[in-house]
Structures are given as C-alpha cells and as structure tokens.
C-alpha cells in the first residue's frame, strides 16, 4: 500500500500543482494594493503644495463672516480609498478634495507597488518550504516504511525456530 502511494508520481505531481495554483491564488488575493495599506501621517507631508494647500487649509486661516451659522465652520470630512478619514476645512469643494484624494490614492499606489516584490518572494519561500517538507515526509515514509517492513520480515524469519517432536516410540521398555 505504501509503496502504491509513494510510487505513484502521477498522484503527487497533481498534489503539487494543485498547491501551487492554490498559493498562487491566495497570494494573488493578498497582494499589497493601495486600499489595504494603512494611514501614515508621512503621506500628508509628500502631498504637493496644491494638494497641501486644500488639506492644511489657507482658506481654513480665513475666518467666517459675522452672522454665518456655526456650522459652517465645522471641518468636512472626507473618506480616502483607503478607509482613512481626512478633515478639510469647511469651505473645501468636492472637487477640491477629489484632487487630493486623486494624490493620496496615487501614493498608497505607490507604497503598495514597493511592497509587491517582498510579498511575493515570502510567499514564494513559503510555498517552497512546505513542498519540500512535503516532499521530505514522504521521503522518509517511503524508506523508513520499507526498512522497517524489511528489518521487521528479516527478524520473523530469522528468529523463527521450527520445532519438531521426536517420535513417540512405541513398544516395550526395558
């Protein structure tokens, strides 16, 4: 039976393909993309100096006229593609917010694109790693299996002993 199994190279290396297309997938599922990269207040200092302008707000300097409601002064907030809420100052348009959401977004792109090449070589070495230890447990089987089944087919036979009686004898004593 165990040889069957070991031996059968056509049943392993459809094992093998299949976990290599299974590694695969997970890690193209799992690839480093800009939504899935967290917040890092470095971001708001590489913005450009538009981008900056609109967030840190000079507009935000300018005080409300007399008489405006107060919550015209509250900060808008405005989620990034990465979750991340960022307040802008009251007066900021869409527009103006989606040029700074455009920026944003193109440097989570870029974190996330300096990140795929690491990813990918963990998730290679992972995927060789487990295929070996694979490949060296059946190793192991397969040889230990066979030596203990030959040590254990050479102790039977060598340590059997055939006994056989002595022939009654029949007839008188002496």
Same mark, same amino acid.
């Given at each position: 039976?165990?040889?069957?199994?070991?031996?059968?190279?056509?049943?392993?290396?459809?094992? #093998?393909?299949?976990?290599?297309? =299974?590694?695969?997938?997970?890690? $193209?599922? &799992?690839? %480093? /993309?800009?939504?899935?990269?967290?917040?890092?207040?470095?971001?708001?200092?590489?913005?450009?100096?538009?981008?900056?302008?609109?967030?840190?707000?000079? #507009?935000?300097?300018?005080?409300? =006229?007399?008489?405006?409601?107060? $919550?015209? &002064?509250? %900060? /808008?907030?405005?989620?990034?593609?990465?979750?991340?809420?960022?307040?802008?100052?009251?007066?900021?348009?869409?527009?103006?917010?989606?040029?700074?959401?455009?920026?944003?977004?193109?440097?989570?792109?870029?974190?996330?694109?300096?990140?795929?090449?690491?990813?990918?070589?963990?998730?290679?070495?992972?995927?060789?790693?487990?295929?070996?230890?694979?490949?060296?447990?059946?190793?192991?089987?397969?040889?230990?299996?066979?030596?203990?089944?030959?040590?254990?087919?050479?102790?039977?036979?060598?340590?059997?002993?055939?006994?056989?009686?002595?022939?009654?004898?029949?007839?008188?004593?002496?």
């Amino acid at each position: 039976m165990v040889n069957r199994i070991t031996n059968s190279w056509q049943f392993w290396m459809t094992l #093998a393909i299949m976990w290599t297309l =299974a590694t695969a997938a997970s890690a $193209w599922i &799992d690839l %480093p /993309r800009a939504p899935m990269i967290a917040h890092d207040p470095e971001f708001m200092n590489q913005l450009t100096p538009e981008s900056s302008a609109i967030v840190r707000g000079a #507009a935000a300097a300018q005080k409300s =006229a007399p008489g405006e409601p107060l $919550w015209s &002064d509250a %900060p /808008r907030v405005f989620r990034m593609s990465n979750g991340k809420q960022l307040n802008f100052p009251a007066i900021t348009t869409d527009e103006r917010a989606a040029i700074v959401e455009r920026e944003y977004h193109g440097l989570l792109q870029a974190r996330a694109s300096g990140q795929h090449w690491l990813y990918l070589i963990e998730r290679v070495a992972l995927w060789l790693v487990a295929l070996l230890l694979v490949g060296l447990a059946l190793g192991l089987l397969r040889g230990g299996l066979k030596s203990i089944f030959r040590r254990g087919t050479h102790a039977v036979t060598s340590s059997t002993c055939v006994l056989t009686p002595a022939p009654l004898e029949t007839g008188t004593s002496t």
